[in-house]
Nanobody, 126 residues
């Protein structure tokens, strides 16, 4: 079974930075697109960023473009989300996800079937 273990997150002032990490227990980690989603209180879970199986293609929610960067280290079975210039509206529980199919591009459609990490809280104060 797939197990995704997240780390990072926490409390940060607006304008600050955080980096989230997600380690996957997947022998074939490098064959799957990976992504990050978030869910704020009272709102539905939304796609934030994705990265292709090869790491050569990325996709972002419009509101985080230029501020967030998704990357992966296949040697460590780890995907990262570097978050800069954080805003209060970025406050949410963040979840990493592995795509349910092989060789995805990292677009949101790759995650129609997926496995979830446990979630980590990101709180941005004004």
């Amino acid at each position: 079974q797939v197990r995704l273990v997240q780390s990072g997150g926490g409390l940060v002032q607006a304008g600050g930075s955080l980096r989230l990490s997600c380690n996957a227990s997947l022998r074939t980690f490098s064959l799957y697109a990976m992504g990050w989603f978030r869910q704020a209180p009272g709102k539905e879970r939304e796609f934030v960023a994705g990265i292709s199986w090869s790491g050569g293609s990325t996709s972002y929610k419009d509101s985080v473009k230029g501020r967030f960067t998704i990357s992966r280290d296949n040697a460590r079975n780890t995907v990262y989300l570097q978050m800069n210039s954080l805003k209060p509206e970025d406050t949410a529980v963040y979840y990493c996800a592995s795509a349910g199919t092989l060789y995805g591009s990292g677009s949101v459609s790759d995650f129609s079937a997926r496995d979830w990490g446990q979630g980590t809280q990101v709180t941005v104060s004004s």
